[in-house]
């Protein structure tokens, strides 16, 4: 199979393995994001509290990524909707192993809304050379559930 096909996997620890493999393959530094809980119970939350968010999230330029909630169906970014990262983006002078970046840029190809970023246009010939309209920055997104009346 290419790395163009769907796959199915009967647990999670599977579905990792792989997609550490296919990672290794883009050939760029991969980016492990770890989520920031503020109690115990956060870290043990299911994907409906959660919104599927994972406690370990590995990432790298190039890769392909599917989104796995509805972030905005008038631009057809919707659950399952696939994209590339283009960039992942963090603050000055922060440490990439210890914050959490400030957005992943994904190109969507079905993506029809506004443009974030300027396309990149040669010089000499006005031409495009990178068309940017698709771009999408993704920041952090952030869960919050209760549990016994207490907010996770």
């Known amino acids: 199979m290419g790395h163009e096909s769907t796959w199915y996997f009967n647990t999670n620890d599977d579905i990792l393995k792989h997609n550490l493999k296919m990672l290794s ?36 330029v190039n890769s392909k990524i599917v989104l796995n909630w509805n972030m905005s169906t008038q631009y057809k970014l919707c659950n399952g909707t696939t994209g590339t990262v283009k960039d992942i983006i963090f603050a000055a002078g922060e440490n990439p192993s210890t914050h959490l970046p400030i957005a992943i840029v994904i190109e969507f190809p079905l993506y029809d809304g506004p443009a974030f970023f300027d396309n990149v246009i040669d010089p000499l010939t006005g031409q495009v050379v990178e068309d940017r309209s698709k771009w999408v920055p993704l920041p952090p997104q952030t869960a919050t559930w209760y549990v016994n009346k207490e907010i996770n």
């Open 25 to 60: 393959m883009v050939n760029s530094p991969i980016c492990r994001i770890d989520a920031k809980h503020n109690c115990p119970q956060a870290f043990k939350g299911n994907d409906d509290q959660t919104k599927k968010l994972q406690p370990t999230f590995y990432v790298s």
